[in-house]
C-alpha cells in the first residue's frame, strides 16, 4: 500500500519556524512529485508547494514565495517544507499528496490517489 505521512506540525507564534516532512513508502519515490496543500478552516484546499525530481523543478504559491522551501532526501524517501517567518494566515492543516502535476509555471494540481493524514500548523499572532 502506498503511504504518505507528515510529520513536524504544531504551534508557533508569528515569525517562528517549522519544518513539516513526508515519508513515502510503497511508490517509487523518484519517479512522483511531491507536493504540499493547506487547508484552512472554512477555506478552499490551497496548493503551496511541490518538488518534481525528474525535472528538477519547484513551485511556490505567492503567499508563501521566499518563506517557505520545498526539498527532499531520496534516500530516505522524504520531502520536507521548511516554512520560516510564519505567519496567522498560514494556519491550517497541511497535507503532503501525489500532485496531478508540477511546475515552475502551472503550478501543482490535485491528485486524487495518493494523500497524508495532515497534520496541524497553528501560527499565533
Known amino acids: 500500500d502506498v503511504q504518505l505521512v507528515e510529520s513536524g506540525g504544531g504551534l508557533v507564534q508569528t515569525g517562528g519556524s517549522l519544518r513539516l516532512s513526508c515519508t513515502v513508502s510503497?511508490?517509487?519515490?523518484?519517479?512522483?512529485?511531491i507536493g504540499w496543500f493547506r487547508q484552512a478552516p472554512g477555506k478552499e484546499p490551497e496548493g503551496v508547494s511541490c518538488?518534481?525530481?525528474?525535472?528538477?523543478?519547484?513551485y511556490y504559491a505567492d503567499s508563501v514565495k521566499g518563506r517557505f522551501t520545498i526539498s527532499s532526501d531520496n534516500a530516505k524517501n522524504t520531502a520536507y517544507l521548511q516554512m520560516n517567518s510564519l505567519k496567522p494566515e498560514d494556519t491550517a492543516v497541511y497535507f503532503c499528496?501525489?500532485?496531478?502535476?508540477?511546475?515552475?509555471?502551472?503550478?501543482?494540481?490535485?491528485?486524487?490517489?495518493?494523500w497524508g493524514q495532515g497534520t496541524q500548523v497553528t501560527v499565533s499572532s
Open positions: 499528496a501525489v500532485p496531478a502535476w508540477c511546475s515552475t509555471s502551472d503550478g501543482l494540481g490535485k491528485g486524487d490517489d495518493y
Open positions: 510503497g511508490l517509487i519515490f523518484d519517479d512522483y512529485a
Open positions: 518538488i518534481n525530481r525528474l525535472h528538477g523543478t519547484t
